[in-house]
């Protein structure tokens, strides 16, 4: 393959495995910017999303993108419920609120690990064959992943732009007592935004349920990622968290093709610390940040 | 007498928003010198200027002659210069006394070796920043609450210990932001007896954002007036009064 | 004062005679028990008191760092390297351990300290995948993947600790140091404001206290003290890998705290003397068990935010937060 070509795939690759990490990140960004919590529980929340699109499809023969879809509806509410019950005490608390969701995402590993085991399981593909873009070859699968990412995403992006829950959510993200001031109720955002969230790290993790496997492990890999692509742009910037996690993928993808992963990962790490001397607030930080 | 603080064409940009416009004046020792307009005139942000709390975008501020601009807050507090806040600032888990202490104890400054073993250094330190407590709690009237917990204060005497705190500092410029906020008339009154022996048996220069006109009036020697972001007068009280720009901008309303 | 005002039996100073006796009576009975799971379970409480002592320093500025493991582990690793590479002394690579611990997080935190609580925390955890990744890689200096086999036990001027009661008096003397120091430490001037900035940051900033310079200082302290429990462990253990170190260990440190009590000096004795041993409790039902911390965790955090040593003060009248 020359170099171009290389580059090409590289590139794609980046662009697939960045949208992943923006969904994972644009749900942790928006729960801390409604309930001001960094949820550690996020991880896995991805996973019980892939466990439960591998029983839709695998036990329940369900369709894929109905089974993404009800996995979407089933995390929402389990979030809200979870936020109610477990999380309200912290709201605005904001280490105190990441403590409890250490034990929180405790809680939720080990009961998959209960009820599922630890072996991983594996999932029939959506698609098979490969995509020809140009001299550059694509999985199918990972293609529709793609699509169907983007497709989430231009959902939310139509939620928080033009419906007026979306724009309620936006105000309370932004500044909670200007929310309140203009009347909306804050008190049923914290469920609702933190739903939201885990319920895109859910669909996240259904995505890439056919891509790879699914076990109770799963969670911890995406949750770096989303912590990476926070801290980079910027907690509680969307914005932020779109330019972070493409570029997030490409480094990863361009540098684990011409450096070994390892030296990468230092790299990306290396680069992280560097970024937070320079612009602490992140890639799109004010100066008044 | 002498200039302690000079503030020399301080402009303050948020975002497109100009808080404050080429903001000049001065503070002469031993003054007390009052700064007001009406709210969002950029007040509290001039105060964090001068405290080094925020950087301004442009213009300089002096201390005793030392550029301060930009802080970091915690030199410039050591330098003399202490603020209060608008919102009481005070630490509410803890006692009065204990307020206090923490507010003295930057003047402990041995190393931590030393402050392990207690050795000798430490413990004349720390007997200073005793006696400045106790002078303190004196001079503000707070010994009978010396063991309250400072949350279970009322409302008054919490920003009697904001103040409090800050003079255990014991600087020469103390910047008050609105200490008679929420306080009826009698109380408003006692605060400014407060503030002027404070200034005299304390050898302090008060800097004060306040909206009491009557405190106002009656304790500052000399009045800025700001309106958005633009000093638009200064002067002396009965002068400020009959400003006509002062009037309309501000004053036409009764207080 | 307290409690002896009331006639008759004064519950409060009985209750603090009875703690410290028991605390004694713990401490010495490693000594005396034939069971060697029993000293081992004891060594490991030490250790965990002096790990779980340096994040306690750091948590009373207000910040958490998630990062703790790798700090521990760092400290193990250059006390290890020194010692078997570098034919260091054994308290010579120990020490060395903890400063080079230190020094890292001097100038890690210099770095991210300025950072609001929640990027630190952010920064600390990716600064710890960062450890363990080059933990992995150096292998030629690390050993990769396998790690370190065959440490030697810890001597001391030809006094060797290799039997593990032995290794408890070694270990027991240092978490001992660890909480004499942290005691002495909240009440001087710094430990006043260390107070401060936890209540109030900007008012601390205020009085003139720098903020950043203290927290920096607890951070530089805490994992310091963190690598000389990596060293000690890594000496007890035999083995060191990367795994050992990973963000695992940083969160059961955490659970340790919290659960012990973060305000006070003996939280970081309260929490290992209880969560050391419970894995025996639950004979191995793991996922049981870490559902239980993760439980106590949110419990503890809701109804005792200051641990059960909040409680064990307040049952002994002690009125203040140390």
Request: glycine fraction near 12%.
């Amino acid at each position: 393959m020359d170099l171009n070509a290389l580059i090409g795939q590289a590139v794609v690759n980046g662009l697939i495995v960045g949208l992943l990490y923006l969904l994972m990140a644009v749900g942790f960004t928006l729960v801390f910017g409604v309930m001001r919590v960094v949820n550690f529980a996020h991880g896995e929340f991805y996973m019980l999303g892939a466990f439960v699109v591998y029983y839709c499809v695998t036990q329940l023969n369900l369709p894929f993108l109905f089974s993404v879809v009800i996995t979407f509806v089933l995390a929402v509410a389990f979030g809200w419920i979870v936020e109610w019950l477990i999380l309200k005490p912290f709201r605005h608390d904001e280490l105190n609120g990441m403590i409890a969701t250490i034990g929180l995402a405790m809680i939720l590993q080990n009961l998959a690990l209960m009820a599922f085991g630890p072996s991983p399981l594996s999932m029939p593909s959506v698609v098979q064959g490969v995509v020809h873009l140009g001299s550059m070859v694509i999985p199918s699968s990972r293609f529709y992943v793609v699509a169907f990412s983007i497709g989430v995403l231009l959902l939310l992006y139509v939620f928080l732009r033009y419906t007026r829950i979306g724009r309620a959510l936006r105000a309370v993200v932004q500044d909670i007592e200007i929310a309140s001031v203009q009347g909306i109720r804050a008190s049923l955002f914290y469920p609702f935004g933190f739903g939201i969230g885990v319920g895109l790290a859910a669909v996240a993790g259904a995505l890439m349920a056919p891509l790879f496997s699914v076990s109770p492990f799963i969670g911890a890999g995406p949750l770096l990622k989303a912590f990476i692509v926070v801290i980079l742009g910027g907690l509680g910037s969307i914005p932020g968290a779109v330019l972070a996690s493409l570029l997030l993928g490409m480094t990863e993808s361009l540098g684990s093709t011409f450096l070994s992963s390892g030296t990468a990962d230092i790299l990306i790490f290396a680069f992280l610390i560097i970024m937070l001397v320079v612009r602490p607030g992140g890639l799109l930080a004010r100066p008044e940040q | 007498m002498d200039t302690l603080l000079q503030v020399d064409g301080i402009s303050k940009a948020f975002g497109g928003l100009w808080a404050l416009s080429d903001l000049s004046f001065s503070v002469s020792c031993g003054e007390i010198v009052g700064l007001i307009g009406p709210n969002g005139a950029g007040k509290t942000t001039a105060f964090n200027v001068i405290s080094g709390t925020h950087p301004p975008t442009s213009g300089v501020v002096r201390f005793k002659g030392i550029d301060v601009t930009g802080g970091p807050p915690n030199q410039v507090v050591r330098l003399g210069l202490a603020r209060t806040f608008q919102a009481t600032s005070i630490y509410p888990a803890v006692s009065v006394e204990e307020n206090l202490y923490r507010g003295a104890i930057a003047a402990v400054d041995t190393g931590l070796f030393d402050q392990l073993l207690n050795g000798l250094r430490t413990r004349a330190a720390v007997a200073r920043v005793r006696e400045n407590v106790e002078s303190v709690l004196e001079t503000m009237g707070l010994v009978q609450f010396r063991h309250t917990p400072a949350g279970g204060l009322s409302y008054g005497y919490q920003k009697r210990l904001g103040v409090a705190v800050a003079l255990a500092t014991r600087p020469e410029l103390l910047l008050l932001d609105e200490p008679a906020a929420g306080l009826n008339p009698e109380e408003s009154a006692e605060f400014g007896r407060l503030l002027r022996t404070l200034r005299s048996n304390m050898n302090l220069t008060l800097l004060l954002v306040e909206h009491h006109m009557a405190l106002v009036m009656d304790l500052c020697e000399r009045i800025v007036v700001l309106v958005e972001g633009e000093k638009i007068a200064e002067g002396r009280p009965d002068e400020v009064r009959e400003d006509p720009l002062v009037i309309e901008a501000y004053l036409g309303a009764p207080e | 004062m307290q409690g002896a005002t009331r006639q008759g039996y004064d519950f409060e100073s009985a209750t603090r005679r009875i703690a410290y006796l028991v605390l004694v009576v713990l401490c010495a009975a490693p000594f005396f028990v034939t069971n060697e799971f029993y000293v081992h379970l004891a060594v490991l409480i030490c250790l965990n008191v002096v790990i779980v002592g340096g994040l306690a320093l750091l948590c009373r500025t207000g910040q958490l760092s998630l990062g703790h493991g790798a700090f521990i582990g760092l400290g193990a690793y250059v006390a290890v390297i020194a010692t078997m590479r570098g034919h260091w002394p054994f308290w010579l690579g120990a020490a060395g351990g903890a400063l080079f611990a230190a020094l890292v997080a001097a100038i890690l935190g210099w770095v991210i300290l300025r950072l609001r609580g929640v990027y630190f925390v952010l920064v600390t955890f990716a600064f710890a995948e960062l450890v363990r990744l080059v933990m992995l890689s150096w292998s030629g200096l690390t050993g990769g993947a396998n790690g370190i086999v065959g440490i030697p036990s810890a001597t001391l001027l030809g006094f060797a600790f290799d039997t593990k009661m032995r290794f408890y008096g070694l270990a027991l003397v240092t978490a001992a140091t660890v909480i004499a120091f942290l005691y002495a430490f909240i009440r001087t001037p710094t430990g006043h404001a260390v107070d401060a900035v936890a209540e109030n940051p900007a008012l601390a900033e205020a009085s003139g206290l720098s903020v950043h310079r203290i927290q920096l200082m607890a951070f530089t302290i805490g994992s310091g003290i963190a690598g000389l429990g990596g060293a000690l462990l890594a000496h007890y253990v035999g083995f060191v890998s990367p795994e050992s170190f990973n963000t695992g260990l940083s969160i059961a440190v955490i659970i340790m705290l919290v659960i012990g009590g973060r305000q006070s000096v003996w939280g970081p004795v309260i929490g290992p003397l209880i969560l050391t041993p419970l894995p025996e409790l639950f004979r191995g039902a793991v996922q049981t068990q870490h559902i239980f911390y993760g439980a106590a965790l949110i419990l503890i955090l809701r109804f005792l935010p200051g641990g059960l040593a909040s409680l064990l003060m307040r049952m002994s009248g002690d009125r203040a937060s140390h």
